[in-house]
T-cell receptor
Framework: EAGVTQFPSHSVIEKGQTVTLRCDPI?????LYWYRRVMGKEIKFLLHFVKESKQDESGMPNNRFLAERTGGTYSTLKVQPAELEDSGVYFC?????????????FGPGTRLLVL | GQNIDQPTEMTATEGAIVQINCTYQ??????LFWYQQHAGEAPTFLSY????GLEEKGRFSSFLSRSKGYSYLLLKELQMKDSASYLCAVRDNYGQNFVFGPGTRLSVLP
């Protein structure tokens, strides 16, 4: 079974540009999460999809970030316009709904550097 | 507020036993997870505790005390490949998202 995949693995952009990150969850997982780790800090929650609906977006830092999950499969996270403080590693995770444990399985992350 | 503490770094010798502690203060509690993360790779699931006590899985064990807001991950018969960061994460009651600790970087020396 394929794990969570993320694309690209690395992205280097200039301040003011737009970047779109993609996450493909494990097939059949209704729950999809985005997290971010900025340099020297802990991994922090951004938002949670259940299928195509946003269940919780309380962690989104501001309106420059837009997440979508059309069709309830893969998800994209767009940053527009990017700022220096957006640099970090963006992780995606997915889990299977309906189990007590609901372990989240993580992708390898996208390393974003804004110059 | 939400706060999870772990030691930043630990060092141990190959073949030894190491215990990584995690203390948490969260607004709710619906399970505690430990993940292992090698540099540049995805965090991988190690263990899950939701009730007090010890969960054993091969060389790895995890303990939880909900009344103390405390967990530890115990690694036995350490191997060089165990050198990695170990992340403690708590799932709160109100959502399904995790609150992560800062991670403990473990170095296993020969």
């Amino acid at each position: 079974e394929a794990g969570v995949t993320q694309f690209p693995s690395h992205s280097v952009i200039e301040k003011g540009q737009t970047v779109t990150l993609r996450c493909d969850p494990i097939s059949g997982h209704d729950n999809l999460y985005w997290y971010r780790r900025v340099m020297g800090k802990e991994i922090k929650f951004l938002l949670h999809f259940v299928k195509e609906s946003k269940q919780d977006e309380s962690g989104m830092p501001n309106n420059r970030f837009l997440a979508e999950r059309t069709g309830g499969t893969y998800s994209t996270l767009k940053v527009q316009p990017a700022e220096l403080e957006d640099s970090g590693v963006y992780f995606c995770a997915s889990s299977h709904a309906g189990t007590a444990q609901e372990t989240q399985y993580f992708g390898p992350g996208t390393r974003l550097l804004v110059l | 507020g939400q706060n999870i503490d772990q030691p930043t770094e630990m060092t141990a010798t190959e073949g030894a036993i190491v215990q990584i502690n995690c203390t948490y203060q969260t607004s709710g509690f619906n399970g505690l997870f430990w993940y292992q993360q090698h540099a540049g790779e995805a965090p991988t699931f190690l263990s899950y505790n939701v009730l007090d006590g010890l969960e054993e899985k091969g060389r790895f064990s995890s303990f939880l005390s909900r009344s103390k807001g405390y967990s530890y991950l115990l690694l036995k018969e350490l191997q060089m490949k165990d050198s990695a960061s170990y992340l403690c994460a708590v799932r709160d009651n109100y959502g399904q998202n995790f609150v992560f600790g800062p991670g403990t970087r473990l170095s296993v020396l020969p």
